[in-house]
């Protein structure tokens, strides 16, 4: 079992910048990949940004290739993910997952775990 924790969401215009965290607490930080989703209003769950346990290897959805940079610290149980030029359409609820060790991190059913999200929205 792990315990996610999101901060970092907020309002922000469009071009902007904003930097989401994910706490975690639990097992092993460094035993599970880690995932950003989001989720806008009438739409399902994406997978944006996932990273590997050790943090060697990354994965991004287009929509935000070149705009977001996933990373992760092992020694402070911690997940970020720095998104800049931001859009309109990158608001949206943002949470944070947690997939097994040896999982399908790239795919969203791999994740197990999950965090209460925060809310980002992108004004124009």
């Known amino acids: 079992q792990v315990q996610l924790v999101e901060s970092g969401g907020g309002l922000v215009q469009a071009g902007g910048s904003l930097r989401l965290s994910c706490a975690a607490s639990?097992?092993?930080?460094?035993?599970?990949?880690m995932g950003w989703f989001r989720q806008a209003p009438g739409k399902e769950r994406e997978l944006v940004a996932a990273?590997?346990?050790?943090?060697?290897?990354?994965y991004y959805a287009d929509s935000v290739k070149g705009r977001f940079t996933i990373s992760r610290d092992n020694a402070v149980n911690t997940v970020y993910l720095q998104m800049n030029i931001l859009k309109p359409e990158d608001t949206a609820v943002y949470y944070c997952?947690?997939?097994?060790?040896?999982?399908?991190?790239?795919?969203?059913?791999?994740?197990?775990?999950w965090g209460q999200g925060t809310q980002v929205t992108v004004s124009s």
């Open positions: 639990g097992r092993t930080f460094s035993m599970f990949a």
């Open positions: 997952a947690a997939a097994n060790y040896g999982s399908a991190w790239h795919e969203k059913v791999a994740y197990a775990y």
């Open positions: 990273i590997s346990w050790s943090g060697g290897s990354t």
